[in-house]
């Protein structure tokens, strides 16, 4: 089999945009790495010598340190917790929202939609989101983690397009079959929407997982605080919880310490890690979604 041969400036130009991506990969990666190997190497071993390709002393005594942290397990659960059930009543909410503006037959569809693309850009403000969410109950309350992001316009967006792009017979012949609309909408129009509600899952997701204004907030209740917040109130005090854990205080580990730089690497890592385990999931439908779902708007 005969292959063409390339151009000579044609593989110039490929092998310089293969060694700039490479360049943009090792730049992105790095930092990464550079966290994990800071949080596995021995504190003292940091102390002496700067790391930069491989850890120092490789331990996981910093992280059995940060697990040992009050409230860390509690906290965790929360996170979890809010991951995943505002995950899905977003998916829910935001997805049958995006199903009802398809409807042609639907009143003054054009205005609610605009509306819902103005909200994108305009909001009234932090204090008067913080006054309606006391007023309607939400202070101190699991569900201030879930019902504000019940619907996202952005989300909406882009599973509205992609059930635009669903043959319209499909849905006729369901209701020739004596079909209702939300039956056709969870038994036929969510199934074939998967790759593109798989883009919302993470997106929304990480979302979930990152956020801590709401806890900073509206929730005072030591047992609703999420891990983020948990950890960042630690990350503050890094230089005293690590003195409390050298000291036994933070229920530490015999024999080990730990400083504020590991502390806060470990922390950086145990915030992180839990949501890229999501990805791998998601990754066959996620650019699949994104492309059909950005087609049009």
Same mark, same amino acid.
């Not at 490929?14 to 090792?26: A, D, K, N, R, V």
């Not at 929202?97 to 605009?114: G, I, M």
């Not at 997982?209 to 929730?219: A, F, G, H, Q």
């Given at each position: 089999m005969n292959r063409k041969k390339l151009?000579? =400036?044609?593989?110039?130009?490929? !092998?310089?945009?293969?060694?700039?991506?490479?360049?943009?990969?090792?730049?992105?990666?790095?930092?990464?790495?550079?966290?994990?190997?800071?949080?596995?190497s021995s504190p003292d071993a940091v102390k002496k010598t700067m790391i930069t390709w491989y850890p120092l002393e490789p331990?996981?005594?910093?992280?059995?340190?940060?697990?040992?942290?009050?409230?860390i397990f509690n906290a965790f659960i929360v996170s979890v917790s809010r991951t995943f059930a505002g995950t899905a009543v977003t998916l829910f909410f935001t997805s049958i929202?995006?199903?009802?503006?398809? =409807?042609?037959?639907?009143?003054?569809? =054009?205005?609610? /939609? !605009?509306i819902a693309i103005v909200s994108m850009y305009i909001n009234a403000g932090l204090i008067p989101w913080y006054l309606t969410m006391r007023t309607i109950g939400l202070k101190d309350s699991f569900l201030v983690y879930?019902?504000?992001?019940?619907?996202?316009?952005?989300?909406?967006?882009?599973? =509205?397009? /992609?059930?635009? !792009?669903?043959?319209?017979?499909?849905?006729?012949?369901?209701?020739?079959?004596?079909?209702?609309?939300?039956?056709?909408?969870?038994r036929i129009v969510m199934p074939i929407c998967k790759p593109v509600l798989a883009a919302i899952i993470v997106f929304t997701a990480v979302g979930q997982?990152?956020?801590?204004?709401?806890?900073?907030?509206?929730?005072n209740n030591m047992n609703l605080k999420t891990l983020q917040m948990t950890l960042l109130e630690y990350l503050n005090q890094a230089t005293n919880v690590a003195n409390m854990a050298r000291?036994?205080?933070?229920?530490?580990?015999?024999?080990?310490?730990?400083?504020?730089?590991?502390l806060r690497m470990t922390i950086t890592m145990v915030v992180t890690v839990p949501i890229l385990v999501v990805y791998p999931f998601m990754q066959k439908y996620f650019i699949n979604g994104i492309m059909i779902g950005a087609v049009k708007g």
């Open positions: 151009p000579g =400036k044609e593989i110039a130009f490929q !092998s310089i945009m293969i060694i700039l991506f490479t360049l943009l990969f090792l730049s992105c990666i790095y930092p990464f790495y550079y966290i994990f190997i800071a949080s596995i331990t996981f005594a910093n992280y059995l340190q940060v697990f040992k942290l009050n409230g929202l995006a199903y009802t503006l398809t =409807k042609n037959e639907l009143p003054c569809r =054009k205005f609610f /939609y !605009s879930i019902l504000p992001t019940a619907v996202s316009a952005y989300s909406m967006i882009l599973i =509205k397009t /992609y059930m635009e !792009s669903i043959t319209a017979g499909i849905e006729e012949s369901a209701m020739i079959d004596g079909a209702g609309y939300f039956t056709i909408y969870w997982w990152n956020s801590w204004t709401d806890n900073l907030l509206l929730v000291t036994g205080g933070a229920g530490a580990v015999s024999g080990a310490a730990i400083s504020p730089f590991t």
